[in-house]
């Protein structure tokens, strides 16, 4: 039983349809539609691989495939620039399912039966449960684009400086050990983080100008101190520059 975008149709004989290949050609010509662009899934939403075979009484769904292309970008840029860099390794998840990592571009096309589905972006620079995008439609007539702006997140965190084995240690007039030298430290990804150094507690406040000139703060914390410079999901759909 072979089943059009959903809709009951054709009773196929096995013996003339043996494999799902045999069916999606079948189908494609059934929906006027080239051999790529539609694919066949079984009663449990699995997409059939062409080299399967159909089995007796088997419910099969004709599908025609569309095309989304989903952007991950930084929204930063140099003076004098205008153009976004893309953000890659982006996992992309849909419907549940990993699809793969964004390119250099920060690039991912998705390629899905007709209709709806979930889509999920995750990355460090998107927060700890990523971003979702609700109801993404997949048109087969119509290429679609969904663009995802990341956060600006900025680390802080201080470290001691190592000393220096061959210089004397010194000792304060009161017989106690002299203060060792503090660095502090700022990056703008986690995995710059020296786990390996001594860190150290530290009281104090960072302060910048976000978008539309507001000024954003927030007290140290305890080790690292994660600062949202600009949030993207807000910046979503502005031409504001962080």
Do not use: W
């Not at 013996?15 to 069916?23: A, E, L, M, S």
Request: hydrophobic letters at 40%; glycine letters at 8%; charged letters at 30%.
């Amino acid at each position: 039983l072979l089943k059009y975008q959903g809709r009951l149709s054709d009773r196929l004989p096995v013996d003339d349809f043996p494999t799902i290949k045999d069916v999606r050609c079948y189908a494609a010509k059934e929906l006027g539609r080239d051999f790529e662009d539609v694919a066949v899934f079984d009663q449990h939403d699995r997409r059939c691989d062409d080299s399967e075979f159909v089995r007796q009484r088997q419910v099969l769904h004709a599908y025609i495939l569309a095309t989304v292309v989903i952007r991950i970008l930084v929204p930063e840029t140099m003076i004098g620039e205008t153009s976004l860099d893309g953000l890659s390794s982006v996992e992309i998840e849909m419907n549940g399912v990993k699809q793969g990592l964004t390119d250099d571009r920060g690039e991912f096309v998705l390629i899905a039966r007709s209709g709806t589905a979930t889509v999920v972006a995750r990355h460090p620079q998107l927060g700890p449960h990523g971003r979702t995008l609700n109801e993404v439609s997949f048109d087969p007539d119509d290429m679609g684009e969904q663009t995802i702006l990341v956060d600006i997140r900025l680390y802080l965190y201080a470290i001691l400086v190592d000393e220096d084995p061959d210089e004397p240690q010194n000792v304060g007039l009161d017989g106690n050990p002299p203060l060792r030298q503090v660095m502090v430290m700022l990056c703008a990804d986690k995995d710059q983080i020296d786990d390996t150094a001594e860190m150290v507690p530290i009281e104090g406040s960072i302060r910048a100008t976000g978008p539309d000139g507001l000024e954003i703060s927030k007290s140290f914390e305890s080790a690292v101190t994660e600062f949202l410079l600009l949030s993207g999901e807000a910046m979503q759909g502005r031409a504001s520059r962080a």
